[in-house]
């Protein structure tokens, strides 16, 4: 797989839809925009190519500095387009390209290897990488180092930063071996809420002389994220919350309403056969259900309070990644998360 690698922006790339970027630039694609300073923003887009924000988001930015210098070089990297074009975060077969960014073997692993190689021989401002989520969540920055410059990074997007040591393999946490990176999660795809403050959040970011926080921010929460819920492959799913469900997993309704909210013990989050269905994996790979869930007479609950984010309602994303994570609240008060 090829990298492609271009000095400027097709006109074209600024009136096409996301299912149409393969057919324009016929894989995935690096633009090096030069611009005053040479101390480049890298921008990584469509990674999960049914996550259009950030092309969406980019294809303004764009149109923003049309004939004007830019005030830094500015890399793009635009990811899966082979996906994009069937909407799909990667293809049946495809590895997920934000889980390629370790070591690994074939393709997809090979342009990421090719991407980071080009970065590193290149002055790297920060790193951006713009995502969006299928659950009813809170716009949030995502670091994987507590190190201030990344906190202040993470500061000017969203009211919450989470801290991350897993998926290991993903694009920020490559990057964040010898730059300063970030992740978005800039909410579900395509809202005009998302674009626009990822726009405001990218182009902020664009234009700083240095990294500091952001004294305007309201919170400064930090999570920290302990573990995720793997669903069984081959469960039968509802969000019916019926203990007489011919499905093996009848969930609350609302189940991704409860993103950054406490959870707390015995609480109810629907009906299961049995617990193996579930299984809560830490980041060392610790399979650390019993700590988390339970099942009484049918009923799954909470064994212990803890505070999930990215709980989904989409079947395909729940068994194909996770139905969500389990966090904790470090900073700034650090150790003061209850742990029943």
């Known amino acids: 797989m090829k990298l492609n690698i271009l000095d400027e922006i097709p006109e074209e790339l600024l009136a096409v839809e996301p299912k149409q970027i393969h057919d324009l630039l016929g894989g995935p694609t690096l633009f090096h925009l030069k611009g005053e300073k040479d101390d480049a923003l890298f921008l990584s887009t469509m990674l999960h190519a049914n996550e259009i924000t950030s092309f969406l988001m980019l294809q303004k930015l764009i149109r923003r500095y049309q004939g004007k210098k830019l005030p830094r070089d500015l890399i793009i990297f635009l990811g899966n387009t082979f996906a994009a074009e069937e909407g799909m975060r990667h293809l049946p077969g495809q590895a997920d390209f934000n889980r390629i960014w370790a070591e690994g073997e074939g393709a997809e692993f090979e342009l990421a290897r090719d991407v980071i190689a080009y970065a590193k021989s290149q002055n790297i401002f920060a790193s951006i990488d713009v995502h969006n989520n299928t659950g009813k969540n809170p716009h949030y920055a995502c670091v994987n180092k507590t190190d201030q410059r990344f906190l202040d990074l993470a500061s000017y997007f969203g009211e919450h930063t989470v801290y991350f040591t897993e998926p290991h393999n993903v ?34 970011v664009f234009t700083m002389d240095k990294i500091e926080y952001n004294r305007e921010r309201d919170k400064t929460e930090v999570y920290h994220t302990l573990a995720r ?56 790979g610790r399979d650390i259900t019993d700590q988390f869930l339970k099942v009484e007479n049918g009923e799954l609950l909470a064994n212990r309070l803890f505070i999930p984010s990215m709980f989904t309602k989409d079947v395909y994303i729940m068994k194909e990644d996770c139905l969500g994570y389990i966090m904790e609240l470090i900073l700034p008060k650090p150790n003061t998360t209850p742990s029943s």
């Open 229 to 284: 819920i793997k669903v069984d492959y081959h469960a039968r799913i509802d969000f019916d919350d019926n203990p007489d469900s011919e499905a093996d997993l009848s969930l609350v309704s609302n189940i991704d309403s409860k993103n950054f909210e406490l959870v707390h013990r015995n609480t109810h989050i629907g009906y299961a056969k049995h617990l193996n269905l579930l299984k809560v994996i830490a980041n060392d």
């Open 171 to 204: 694009q920020s946490m490559a990057f964040s071996k010898f730059c300063t990176s970030v992740t978005i999660e800039a909410g579900l795809p395509g809202r005009p809420k998302g674009i626009d403050e990822s726009l405001e959040y990218v182009d902020r």
